[in-house]
């Protein structure tokens, strides 16, 4: 019985890992190759700002789904947009770029959202 147990564990432990996908993932400041196992889905979050003139672009792994596509919100002339995708490395592109003032902004954003 113990060993029946065993096998299952490891059964379900194999399938749940199968069903990760690669994600890049990119800190602030960095050159976004980084690639990650993600159980969710991959995202790529664009910030902009008008008064500054700064984008910066973020990509991760959101632990959970999220339906493909992107959404967008602007706030007082500032842009937010999250895209998702549940593809391999599906969120590849831009670079990362780091602006201290716009990374505020996307806070504050991100309360409005």
Not at 10 to 36: F, H, N, R, W
Request: aromatic share 2%; charged share 15%.
């Amino acid at each position: 019985m113990k060993f029946a147990a065993a096998i299952l564990l490891l059964t379900l432990i194999a399938v749940q890992s199968s069903e990760a996908i690669k994600c890049y993932q990119c800190l602030p400041g960095t050159d976004c190759k980084k690639e990650v196992d993600c159980p969710g889905s991959c995202t790529t979050t664009t910030a902009s700002t008008s008064v500054v003139g700064v984008t910066t672009t973020t990509k991760a792994c959101s632990p959970t789904p999220i339906p493909n596509g992107c959404k967008e919100n602007s706030v007082l002339g500032n842009t937010g947009k999250i895209c998702a995708c549940d593809t391999d490395l599906c969120n590849k592109g831009v670079a990362c770029h780091v602006a201290i003032p716009l990374m505020i902004v996307a806070v504050l954003l991100g309360r409005f959202m």
